[in-house]
């Protein structure tokens, strides 16, 4: 690769995590589900500590439900938080139509992506 087209893609993913950095600061909440065909694995992160982990079904019912328990005991103004999950195909749907109808803020990532991050 060229060095000027390696700077260029150097350039563009720091700016891109530099750019995830400065979105995630405007959040106080940070929801990271675990998406599956049968469930989905709610994680609650406030100030780097997990204040809330629950599993439920991976059905609109069941999420509604989750997303009342999380308004009602952790954080009313779910508008505070960002919900973060993988991008798994088909098994999104329920969860992906429940937080748009509410017209919340969700963060997809790839499972490449996710992977480089972790290890």
């Known amino acids: 690769m060229p060095i000027i087209k390696g700077l260029r893609v150097f350039r563009t993913v720091n700016s891109i995590s530099h750019l995830k950095n400065k979105v995630m600061k405007q959040f106080e ?3 990271g589900i675990d998406v599956s065909k049968a469930t989905l694995d709610f994680s609650v992160v406030q100030d780097g500590k997990q204040v809330f982990y629950q599993r439920t079904e991976n059905k609109p019912k ?3 439900k989750l997303l009342k328990l999380l308004a009602k005991e ?7 938080a960002v919900f973060c999950m993988e991008y798994t195909g088909i098994y999104n749907n329920h969860l992906l139509q429940v937080l748009q109808d509410q017209q919340l803020t969700i963060w997809m990532e790839s499972a490449m992506q996710i992977k480089r991050n972790t290890s």
């Open 62 to 64: 069941a999420i509604h």
């Open 74 to 80: 952790y954080f009313p103004d779910l508008f505070r």
């Open 29 to 31: 909440f940070f929801v």
